[in-house]
């Protein structure tokens, strides 16, 4: 269905007959679309209301621009409007990688409109690259690191032009095989479908790139996915004040190679690879650590580690991901 408020057209995934119910929100994550839930949202308990949103620019939702310089905060106030014009009072809330930071933003925004939270292998509250530390301390104060010009240039142009091949490990579906899941799916064409629904551009993904005299060379700039991710613009570390604290759930896969300690998407542990050259020494984002320790602030939360599973537990580990999900949901 397409929902309609001030801010944008919102198209909202769900599930036949499923119309009453405790409403679960499901957001995804960065380049994929309100489809990565399809099966999820299928086998989630009857007493539950199934909503999966597109984001803005991805998937069928409108294509209005991202202001960065408000972190994620474009994204979660749509989410607001969104359960506002539904008449939904109290929401369970899933966020997937970027998802994850959204509905963290949500929450401490809004506490009060939030049932429960899940987050499944979220970004760091401290945003993607350029700090240190569990404490998430910034490696230089402009946020040298992060941002859209960090993003493959051959990846973006494949993902612009429709690229369904696997001719290139920077194709959209080697990307999928490489880095989204540890071992095959079923339905890969499917998941690749929606990822081909990301607006590619400055206002879009990745953002507009800026470049940096300091190593590795970029910078944070104000539009756009990469950049609202970025840690001057998004930074979620007094989680522990808000009132109240739903419950948390935090499901993550051992061997995620997108959101890690040791990210392969971090320029400055791809730096201590050599992979990017020129390293000063700069030390990886710890991004599981960062979680872990802003969650141990805030204190009611479980987390749950899934073995032989990369950045997609609701993928790959299905069964597994279903259980905890509707055990937590029936425990809040």
């Not at 202001?67 to 979660?76: F, M, P, Q």
């Not at 507009?208 to 060379?217: E, L, M, R, V």
């Amino acid at each position: 269905m397409k929902v309609t408020t001030p801010r944008l057209t919102q198209h909202v995934l769900t599930v036949a007959g499923r119309e009453t119910g405790e409403p679960v929100l499901f957001v995804h994550g960065n380049v994929s679309s309100s489809a990565f839930w399809r099966d999820t949202m299928a086998a989630l308990p009857g007493a539950y209301r199934p909503l999966a949103v597109d984001l803005r620019g991805f998937g069928e939702s409108d294509a209005e621009p991202v202001d960065a310089t408000r972190g994620l905060r474009d994204w979660s106030d749509d989410l607001i409007e969104l359960i506002d014009r539904l008449r939904l009072e109290r929401v369970h809330l899933v966020g997937w990688s970027m998802g994850g930071g959204i509905v963290l933003q949500l929450l401490r925004d809004r506490p009060a409109m939030v049932g429960s939270v899940t987050l499944v292998n979220p970004v760091s509250p401290y945003g993607f690259g350029g700090t240190e530390g569990a404490d998430g301390r910034l490696t230089h104060p402009d946020g040298t690191g992060a941002g859209a010009g960090g993003a493959n240039p051959d990846f973006v142009s494949r993902l612009k032009a429709g690229d369904i091949s696997d001719e290139s490990p920077t194709s959209p579906r080697s990307v999928f095989r490489a880095t989204y899941v540890k071992n095959p799916v079923p339905d890969e064409d499917f998941y690749l479908r929606s990822m081909l629904t990301t607006r590619v551009g400055d206002a879009h993904y990745p953002g507009d790139p800026i470049g940096s005299a300091t190593w590795p060379g970029v910078a944070p700039g104000k539009h756009g996915v990469l950049n609202a991710l970025a840690p001057t613009h998004f930074r979620i570390d007094d989680l522990h004040e808000i009132d109240p604290k739903p419950p948390i759930l935090w499901i993550r896969g051992a061997d995620d190679v997108i959101v890690s300690d040791t990210s392969l998407f971090d320029l400055a542990h791809l730096g201590a690879l050599g992979v990017v050259p020129g390293s000063p020494g700069t030390t990886a984002q710890p991004m599981v650590t960062q979680t872990r320790a802003v969650l141990d602030r805030y204190g009611r939360y479980r987390e749950a580690v899934l073995d032989e599973c990369g950045h997609s537990p609701h993928l790959e580990r299905p069964a597994d991901f279903q259980r905890l999900l509707a055990d937590h949901l029936a425990e809040s």
